[in-house]
């Protein structure tokens, strides 16, 4: 059974760093991209990033590129994700999923790209 657990999330004031951190068991887990998505009260889930099975390839989206970086430990079925100069907008919970390839595609930042999901950390940024 696949099982996805992220922690690190946590209330940070803005201008703050985070780290959150993701464990995957139950699969290959460098066999497959992985990626982050996070959701705020009230809005859609949206794709922060992705990176390669190998952490080669990474992408970002625009609202957070420059501010945060993806990585991973292959060695230790981890997946990371250092989130700098945090802004309020940046609050939401945040999730760790396994894709359903190896390389990032070109739809990241959908879904359905990703068959297992973590149940979330929440971040918060205050002003």
């Known amino acids: 059974q696949v099982q996805v657990v992220e922690s690190g999330g946590g209330s940070v004031q803005a201008g703050g760093s985070l780290r959150l951190s993701c464990t995957a068991s139950g699969l290959t887990f460098d066999d497959f991209a992985m990626g982050w998505f996070r959701q705020a009260p009230g809005k859609a889930r949206e794709g922060v990033s992705c990176?390669?099975?190998?952490?080669?390839?990474?992408l970002y989206a625009a609202s957070v590129k420059g501010r945060f970086t993806i990585s991973r430990d292959n060695a230790k079925n981890t997946l990371s994700l250092q989130m700098n100069s945090l802004k309020p907008e940046d609050t939401a919970m945040y999730y760790c999923?396994?894709?359903?390839?190896?390389?990032?595609?070109?739809?990241?930042?959908?879904?359905?790209?990703?068959?297992?999901w973590g149940q979330g950390t929440q971040v918060t940024v205050s002003s």
């Open positions: 990176i390669s099975y190998n952490g080669v390839g990474t």
């Open positions: 999923a396994a894709a359903r390839y190896a390389y990032c595609s070109g739809s990241w930042w959908i879904q359905d790209e990703y068959n297992y």
